[in-house]
């Protein structure tokens, strides 16, 4: 080592010292990023060989992260002092850095250079006199980071030195959490604790975990956060908390994460003082344009705007009778000259409106296709009602040709057991993403829509709604990180499968040990399907508990019908399902022809979707020859039954986890179980009262009755783990 770097390399022990260091226990705080000693002897012997040493070729701030991450990365994989540093010298067997550094760009052939893109990266194992030298290589920075995540995963899944070689770039632009975060630290739908983001300390007291997020999010490669509800404040915007956004965008930015800021609509008026929020009026435009060049004062990257408006009682342009487009516009003006982009959420609905509520999204939004400023994206919850356990694909998928049109997921699990139950989105996820929309003929997927590939458009994205708190494991229960995890990996890479993904966050979280990997991916694909089954199966949604949306009310009437359970799925003396056939709704239509014929037809459309489309008689036969009640009894037991399994498979791993972790997910099974037999009971006897037939062999009978079920209320605290007097 030369006397130049021992300084540097003392200054970086010394930094790093913070760098997941909160807590080491196993709590879960580390994430997939635990970097444990790799137990496979004849692996760890070849990564010691190779990786005993790591150059970074770059001393600037994405440099110094890449160092630190592989510094703590690479300690505790080969449990040994490995020596990383900038610019080392000698001959190291990992070199880390942009194409156009002088080590690299002797090293690395040329048909070996990253895809095109600024967070593209390859990982290549080049032959030097006998040694194996990994280099790791991006056009920019970022992408060295990204390859740098990579080639740390590849080993947490012990990977073989040849194996780790990859040549990647990510298939979407924006990559993003959005946070529904409040300015007084509470989430909405978050199941996690309390806000991240401690705004009272703030910029003062900048808390490690800004870090240790940011290298979480950008070792799955997701590029931005959404710090603040779509269910907006508009003082984000007021000078007092952009300093506290720069503070945090500070922290993010040498990880490649940009800040965005939800937009109140009548935030002219809340803190600017003016009479209107019209997107026609000239001072409301200038005073959106002022305020646009001043969070670029503090922000000099900020992404842009994400906007509810006219949803649910937010304010929007439809207030001053302008079009969505209008309001958008307006903001994207605002943005334009900084390069920052507007996402405008599609997710509206009017109780107003006597339309079907899954029709009118799609209503509103077409007839503006062509409309948008180039840099407004406009983003759609993957199905047309809301983050059900199963719906199926937005219809405004491939209907907005001249459009961007950004996807997005729920990762908090408002509609699928919270923090408790273990249902692992990746299956959800993937379903959406695969879903063929046919407007171009087939294979015309959701995925080749939001990725540009089909319809052709520049910007594109895709976002989550995070399920991370200030709770030590982030998501409220460890499982949840799974889902977390899930979505930055197909955010990155659609074609991923869920199986795959189960596996490398199981490796890198829980263990390694073979058998037990296969049983907890086991449980984890199943878990999606079970919730759908215990849940709502056959197509039907939207039957939970009003408000906190944990548990079965099935009977439920609100004041607004469309979002009332009954509304939703209809059940009579005859059946049971919403017709959204020509003969009923007709939302059937909106979707293409290939699509729309197969729905709506009882012969074609799938099970999984049957009642979301039709309604179907009691007795009507299934195409299992089972009557429709008797294979809605069968589905509520199968989830139960999958439940059970999942629970007596997790028990078979016991030796392979740490007793913590271990015990959680044991408990939190055990509350998952109970409440699936509670779903499944309160369900069939309120559906019971309409069929007035009996259960089918195979099912058990329900614990209580109807009047029982209907008696129980559910925690207003969703951190609470269980609704009292839950059977
Ligand atoms: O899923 C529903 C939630 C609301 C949420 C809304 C939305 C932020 O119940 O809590 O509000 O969707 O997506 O805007």
């Given at each position: 080592?030369?006397?130049?770097?021992?300084?540097?390399?003392?200054?970086?022990?010394?930094?790093?010292?913070?760098?997941?260091?909160?807590?080491?226990?196993?709590?879960?705080?580390?994430?997939?990023?635990?970097?444990?000693?790799?137990?496979?002897?004849?692996?760890?012997?070849?990564?010691?060989?190779?990786?005993?040493?790591?150059?970074?070729?770059?001393?600037?701030?994405?440099?110094?992260?890449?160092?630190?991450?592989?510094?703590?990365?690479?300690?505790?994989?080969?449990?040994?002092?490995?020596?990383?540093?900038?610019?080392?010298?000698?001959?190291?067997?990992?070199?880390?850095?942009?194409?156009?550094?002088?080590?690299?760009?002797?090293?690395?052939?040329?048909?070996?250079?990253?895809?095109?893109?600024?967070?593209?990266?390859?990982?290549?194992?080049?032959?030097?006199?006998?040694?194996?030298?990994?280099?790791?290589?991006?056009?920019?920075?970022?992408?060295?980071?990204?390859?740098?995540?990579?080639?740390?995963?590849?080993?947490?899944?012990?990977?073989?030195?040849?194996?780790?070689?990859?040549?990647?770039?990510?298939?979407?632009?924006?990559?993003?959490?959005?946070?529904?975060?409040?300015?007084?630290?509470?989430?909405?739908?978050?199941?996690?604790?309390?806000?991240?983001?401690?705004?009272?300390?703030?910029?003062?007291?900048?808390?490690?975990?800004?870090?240790?997020?940011a290298r979480a999010n950008a070792s799955i490669g997701i590029n931005g956060a959404v710090l603040t509800n779509v269910n907006a404040n508009a003082r984000v915007l007021t000078p007092e908390y952009l300093t506290k956004i720069a503070a945090l965008a500070n922290v993010f930015r040498p990880y490649g994460i940009r800040v965005y800021l939800t937009a109140r609509f009548s935030a002219p008026i809340e803190i600017g003082g003016l009479r209107t929020a019209d997107p026609l009026d000239s001072?409301?435009?200038?005073?959106?344009?002022?305020?646009?060049?001043?969070?670029?004062?503090?922000?000099?990257?900020?992404?842009?705007?994400?906007?509810?408006?006219?949803?649910?009682?937010?304010?929007?342009?439809?207030?001053?009778?302008?079009?969505?487009?209008?309001?958008?516009n307006m903001l994207a003006d605002a943005v334009a000259p900084h390069h920052g982009v507007v996402m405008w959420r599609a997710f509206v609905y009017s109780n107003d409106v006597p339309v079907d509520r899954v029709k009118q999204a799609y209503d509103e939004f077409t007839p503006l296709d062509g409309a948008f400023r180039a840099n407004v994206l406009i983003q759609t919850k993957n199905g047309p009602l809301d983050f059900q356990p199963r719906e199926p694909f937005h219809p405004l998928f491939?209907?907005?040709?001249?459009?961007?049109?950004?996807?997005?997921?729920?990762?908090?699990?408002?509609?699928?057991?919270?923090?408790?139950?273990?249902?692992?989105?990746?299956?959800?996820?993937?379903?959406?993403?695969?879903?063929?929309?046919?407007?171009r003929g087939p294979g015309s997927t959701v995925a080749r829509v939001i990725d540009g590939t089909l319809q052709g458009q520049r910007e594109t994205g895709i976002a989550g709604v995070a399920n991370v708190g200030n709770d030590t494991n982030w998501t409220g229960s460890q499982f949840n990180q799974a889902n977390w995890y899930a979505f930055g990996r197909l955010a990155w890479n659609h074609q991923l499968s869920p199986a795959a993904i189960a596996e490398e966050w199981i490796r890198a979280?829980?263990?390694?040990?073979?058998?037990?990997?296969?049983?907890?991916?086991?449980?984890?694909?199943?878990?999606?399907?079970?919730?759908?089954?215990?849940?709502?199966?056959?197509?039907?949604?939207?039957?939970?508990?009003?408000?906190?949306?944990?548990?079965?009310?099935?009977?439920?009437?609100?004041?607004?019908?469309?979002?009332?359970?009954?509304?939703?799925?209809?059940?009579?003396?005859?059946?049971?399902?919403?017709?959204?056939?020509?003969?009923?709704?007709?939302?059937?239509?909106?979707?293409?022809?290939?699509?729309?014929?197969?729905?709506?037809?009882?012969?074609?459309?799938?099970?999984?979707?049957?009642?979301?489309?039709?309604?179907?008689?009691?007795?009507?036969?299934?195409?299992?020859?089972?009557?429709?009640?008797?294979?809605?009894?069968?589905?509520?037991?199968?989830?139960?039954?999958?439940?059970?399994?999942?629970?007596?498979?997790?028990?078979?791993?016991?030796?392979?986890?740490?007793?913590?972790?271990?015990?959680?997910?044991?408990?939190?099974?055990?509350?998952?179980?109970?409440?699936?037999?509670?779903?499944?009971?309160?369900?069939?006897?309120?559906?019971?009262?309409?069929?007035?037939?009996?259960?089918?062999?195979?099912?058990?009978?329900?614990?209580?009755?109807?009047?029982?079920?209907?008696?129980?209320?559910?925690?207003?605290?969703?951190?609470?783990?269980?609704?009292?007097?839950?059977?």
């Amino acid at each position: 080592m030369t006397g130049q770097l021992r300084p540097l390399l003392l200054t970086l022990a010394l930094s790093v010292a913070p760098l997941g260091a909160v807590a080491r226990a196993d709590t879960g705080y580390e994430l997939w990023l635990r970097y444990r000693r790799v137990p496979n002897a004849t692996r760890l012997a070849e990564y010691r060989r190779v990786f005993a040493q790591a150059s970074v070729e770059s001393n600037s701030a994405t440099g110094r992260v890449i160092r630190d991450e592989l510094t703590l990365g690479l300690r505790g994989l080969l449990d040994t002092t490995a020596v990383v540093g900038v610019g080392v010298g000698g001959n190291p067997g990992l070199i880390v850095g942009v194409v156009s550094s002088s080590r690299i760009a002797a090293l690395l052939p040329a048909s070996r250079r990253p895809p095109a893109g600024s967070e593209s990266f390859v990982i290549a194992t080049l032959k030097r006199a006998d040694k194996t030298v990994v280099v790791v290589a991006g056009n920019t920075e970022l992408g060295a980071l990204y390859g740098t995540f990579a080639l740390l995963r590849g080993m947490q899944i012990q990977q073989p030195v040849p194996k780790l070689e990859a040549a990647e770039a990510p298939r979407i632009r924006r990559r993003l959490l959005d946070h529904w975060d409040n300015l007084d630290g509470s989430v909405e739908r978050g199941y996690a604790g309390s806000s991240l983001w401690d705004w009272t300390r703030l910029p003062g007291t900048v808390s490690p975990r800004y870090r240790d997020y940011a290298r979480a999010n950008a070792s799955i490669g997701i590029n931005g956060a959404v710090l603040t509800n779509v269910n907006a404040n508009a003082r984000v915007l007021t000078p007092e908390y952009l300093t506290k956004i720069a503070a945090l965008a500070n922290v993010f930015r040498p990880y490649g994460i940009r800040v965005y800021l939800t937009a109140r609509f009548s935030a002219p008026i809340e803190i600017g003082g003016l009479r209107t929020a019209d997107p026609l009026d000239s001072a409301v435009r200038a005073w959106w344009r002022a305020k646009a060049d001043e969070i670029y004062r503090y922000v000099p990257d900020f992404g842009g705007f994400l906007v509810k408006a006219n949803s649910e009682g937010q304010p929007g342009p439809q207030d001053y009778h302008r079009t969505h487009a209008d309001g958008a516009n307006m903001l994207a003006d605002a943005v334009a000259p900084h390069h920052g982009v507007v996402m405008w959420r599609a997710f509206v609905y009017s109780n107003d409106v006597p339309v079907d509520r899954v029709k009118q999204a799609y209503d509103e939004f077409t007839p503006l296709d062509g409309a948008f400023r180039a840099n407004v994206l406009i983003q759609t919850k993957n199905g047309p009602l809301d983050f059900q356990p199963r719906e199926p694909f937005h219809p405004l998928f491939g209907a907005l040709p001249k459009t961007a049109q950004m996807l997005e997921f729920q990762i908090t699990k408002e509609y699928l057991g919270e923090d408790t139950h273990l249902v692992y989105l990746a299956p959800l996820f993937k379903e959406v993403l695969d879903a063929d929309t046919y407007v171009r003929g087939p294979g015309s997927t959701v995925a080749r829509v939001i990725d540009g590939t089909l319809q052709g458009q520049r910007e594109t994205g895709i976002a989550g709604v995070a399920n991370v708190g200030n709770d030590t494991n982030w998501t409220g229960s460890q499982f949840n990180q799974a889902n977390w995890y899930a979505f930055g990996r197909l955010a990155w890479n659609h074609q991923l499968s869920p199986a795959a993904i189960a596996e490398e966050w199981i490796r890198a979280t829980l263990t390694n040990d073979d058998a037990a990997v296969r049983t907890i991916a086991h449980i984890m694909l199943v878990s999606r399907e079970a919730a759908v089954n215990y849940m709502t199966p056959l197509g039907l949604a939207h039957i939970m508990g009003s408000n906190h949306h944990y548990g079965p009310a099935p009977w439920a009437r609100l004041a607004r019908a469309d979002w009332s359970p009954v509304y939703f799925h209809r059940a009579d003396s005859i059946g049971i399902g919403f017709d959204r056939t020509a003969t009923g709704s007709d939302a059937v239509a909106q979707y293409a022809a290939p699509v729309r014929d197969r729905l709506a037809d009882r012969a074609t459309v799938p099970d999984s979707l049957l009642l979301w489309f039709h309604h179907v008689g009691w007795r009507e036969p299934m195409r299992s020859g089972r009557t429709l009640w008797d294979e809605l009894a069968l589905h509520y037991q199968a989830g139960v039954d999958t439940v059970r399994a999942m629970r007596r498979e997790w028990l078979s791993a016991r030796a392979m986890i740490d007793a913590p972790r271990f015990a959680e997910a044991d408990s939190f099974l055990g509350i998952q179980e109970r409440e699936a037999r509670w779903w499944r009971d309160a369900a069939l006897q309120y559906f019971a009262s309409f069929s007035h037939l009996p259960l089918p062999a195979g099912v058990e009978a329900p614990a209580h009755s109807l009047e029982y079920y209907m008696s129980l209320r559910c925690p207003a605290d969703p951190r609470k783990p269980r609704c009292p007097n839950v059977p």
